[in-house]
């Protein structure tokens, strides 16, 4: 299995503009987590899903923030507008029911100008 | 919520020394995972601990869980220069598995 594949690898966009992230969990996995990671605040949680469905949503900072998972295959996170303080690296990971580890994928790192 | 202290921030260590990474919870921990990240890359998994006192090992890394289960520790044996990287602890958010929130993470670099 490739694990779990994130795109793109390095994002670069200016403020005001819409970002999409992409993720493709591993096959099999039922769930998906979305994280972003900053030197200031450590890796955060900010939604999962099981089954295609947000469970919690609670670490979404802002309505500029939205995530989904319209198959079980891929889900997207999206910031409209962005914003220079998103800037940090969003980490995608899945996992299955009954498996104690998250399996990571390489992360996007966006920069907002 | 769940709050994870990490120590140290950092560390330098000489080739070959041993070095301990601690990880305290406000809270009593249901679970406490210990993730390593490589510079650049995404969180590969090392080691979940569960029970009061346990502790696994792993090639040269031992972690252990204290019997009140809010304070882990991660111990490296003889570091080597492939020991680099940035630790994190992580604890089972609500007891429902694998939805972790985690430590600030300790950054690990092993002098040649």
């Known amino acids: 299995d490739a694990g779990v594949i994130q795109s793109p690898r390095h994002e670069v966009t200016e403020m005001g503009q819409e970002v999409t992230l992409r993720c493709k969990p591993i096959?099999?996995?039922?769930?998906l987590f979305w994280y972003r990671q900053t030197m200031m605040r450590g890796l955060e949680l900010l939604i999962y899903f099981n089954n295609n469905v947000p469970i919690d949503d609670s670490g979404m900072p802002e309505d500029r923030f939205s995530a989904k998972m319209p198959n079980a295959s891929f889900s997207t996170l999206k910031i409209q507008p962005s914003e220079p303080r998103d800037s940090a690296v969003y980490f995608c990971a899945s996992s299955f029911t009954g498996e104690e580890k998250l399996f990571f994928g390489s992360g996007t790192q966006l920069s907002v100008l | 919520s769940q709050e994870l202290e990490q120590s140290p921030q950092s560390l330098i260590v000489q080739e070959g020394k041993n070095l301990t990474i601690n990880c305290t919870s406000s809270?009593?921990?249901?679970?406490l995972y210990w993730y390593k990240q490589k510079y650049g890359e995404g969180l590969i998994f090392l080691m979940m601990l569960q029970k009061g006192g346990e502790e696994k090992s792993h090639e040269k890394i031992t972690a252990k869980l204290d019997e009140k289960k809010q304070q882990s520790s991660l111990h490296i044996t003889a570091s080597q220069p492939s020991h680099a990287g940035i630790y994190l602890c992580g604890a089972d958010k609500r007891n429902a598995g694998n939805m972790l929130t985690f430590g600030g993470g300790t950054r690990l670099m092993v002098k040649p």
């Open positions: 809270k009593t921990l249901y679970g």
């Open positions: 096959s099999g996995h039922d769930y």
